[in-house]
């Protein structure tokens, strides 16, 4: 089924976070969600896994199975790089993890606490907890931030295999990974304030 996001927006008290937004995403479709800081990416990503109500407009047609990778690492400090990845899925095995840590050149780190892995690591770790699981529909909130061209590389050519024929959205600054990933580009623009003079 197709995603279909209707008049969808979200203000917080006085300030708006996303302007009213209506897009459909077909099912198996790549989108690429662009637009500069503050302009509500973040928000919709959030809207779309439920964690925030919207204060107007509607979603529907979201699937069940969900993955995302957060703005934020969100990793289990004290438990080790394999565990946070299998914490994406309670049915993921561990050859599947560890696959994924190979793919992502994270295999020796695998034992390592998450609390010691660097800032490139951690997110490639996030971005391995998602894709471990299988799912209809990845929602990934920059999860290529903070790596270096190689990792990137690797990191990107992981997702477009592991999220072949599902439904993606991807939030990122950079036209180059839309333009690997083979997305639609959806702009979103900042959020006009409104001032009671
Ligand atoms: P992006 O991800 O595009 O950079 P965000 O979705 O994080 O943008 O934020 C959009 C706007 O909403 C920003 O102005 C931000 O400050 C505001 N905002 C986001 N979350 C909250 C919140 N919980 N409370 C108040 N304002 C928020
Ligand atoms: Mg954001």
Same mark, same amino acid.
């Given at each position: 089924?197709?995603?279909?996001?209707? &008049?969808?927006?979200?203000?917080?008290?006085?300030?708006?976070?996303?302007?009213?937004?209506?897009?459909?995403?077909?099912?198996?479709?790549?989108?690429?969600?662009?637009?500069?800081?503050?302009?509500?990416?973040?928000?919709?990503?959030?809207?779309?896994?439920?964690?925030? +109500?919207?204060?107007?407009?509607?979603?529907?047609?979201?699937?069940?199975?969900?993955?995302?990778?957060?703005?934020? &690492?969100?990793?289990?400090? #004290?438990?080790?790089?394999? @565990? &946070?990845?299998?914490?994406?899925?309670?049915?993921? @095995?561990?050859?599947?993890?560890?696959?994924?840590?190979?793919?992502?050149?994270?295999? +020796?780190?695998?034992?390592?606490?998450?609390?010691?892995?660097?800032?490139?690591?951690?997110?490639?770790?996030?971005?391995?907890?998602?894709?471990?699981?299988?799912? #209809?529909?990845?929602?990934?909130?920059?999860?290529?931030?903070?790596? #270096? +061209?190689?990792?990137?590389?690797?990191?990107? #050519?992981?997702?477009? @295999?592991?999220?072949?024929? *599902?439904?993606?959205?991807?939030?990122?600054?950079? *036209?180059?990974?839309?333009?690997?990933?083979?997305?639609?580009?959806?702009?979103?623009?900042?959020?006009?304030?409104? *001032? &009671?003079?």
């Amino acid at each position: 089924m197709d995603i279909r996001l209707e &008049n969808l927006s979200k203000t917080y008290g006085t300030v708006p976070a996303l302007s009213p937004l209506s897009l459909t995403i077909e099912k198996g479709e790549r989108v690429c969600l662009v637009g500069p800081s503050g302009c509500g990416k973040t928000t919709l990503v959030r809207l779309l896994l439920g964690l925030i +109500e919207p204060t107007t407009g509607t979603i529907t047609g979201l699937p069940e199975k969900v993955s995302a990778v957060f703005q934020e &690492n969100r990793l289990c400090p #004290d438990f080790s790089l394999l @565990t &946070n990845v299998l914490l994406g899925d309670r049915k993921a @095995t561990k050859e599947a993890a560890l696959e994924l840590l190979l793919r992502l050149g994270l295999q +020796e780190a695998a034992r390592q606490k998450a609390a010691t892995l660097s800032g490139g690591m951690a997110r490639r770790a996030a971005l391995a907890r998602c894709l471990v699981r299988e799912a #209809d529909l990845y929602l990934l909130d920059e999860p290529f931030s903070g790596l #270096d +061209e190689a990792t990137k590389l690797a990191a990107m #050519d992981t997702l477009r @295999t592991y999220t072949k024929g *599902k439904t993606v959205l991807l939030v990122t600054h950079d *036209k180059r990974e839309a333009a690997y990933l083979s997305c639609r580009t959806v702009t979103l623009t900042k959020p006009v304030v409104e *001032k &009671n003079l």
